[in-house]
């Protein structure tokens, strides 16, 4: 019979070769140089954000694009209040031709738990893969993936840049993830 603790273990061990996405964290690199460490998440707040260098073929769409990244980094933070705000903005965005896209934007917008809101986000990648992938007029986007999302089904999400932040699971499993795809414009 295994004891609680080596259950415990035996998790752990799955969730870090689970989730390991090859690159080195912050922590990692401070180590080596003799730098005092820092968490990933203390290390992300000191970080500017980096705005996309990706163009899009409609206004609409890259003010979508700009509110879906507001959207990602506060669910990467766990703040359910601008992760609100930022989806209520994104679902002001939406023309009426869009109707799918402008609901999931408001059930985030109108949900105030975390877990709730993760799940519409993920539905709302889903719908909005080809608005951005085909209106993608130049620079470049990020498609990542966490493979431990919704008890394993996994989901994806989209980035302006390749390093893993992960809107899924914030602060717990910040690094989890990786990149599935790198769409270039134009």
Known sequence: MKTPLSLLTAFLILLVTACDSGASTPTDNATEVGIENTTPAEAAADEPIDLADAEFSDAMIDKVFQNYLQLRTALVNDDAATAATAAGNMADTFDDEREELRMLAQQIADADALDIQRTYFSALTVEIESLFEDALAGGRIYKL????????????????????????????????????????GG
């Open 145 to 184: 993936h966490c493979p431990m999302a919704f008890d394993g089904k996994g989901a994806d999400w989209y980035s302006e840049v390749s390093e893993i932040r992960n809107p899924y699971f914030g602060d717990a499993m910040l690094t989890c993830g990786r990149v599935e795809e790198e769409i270039t």
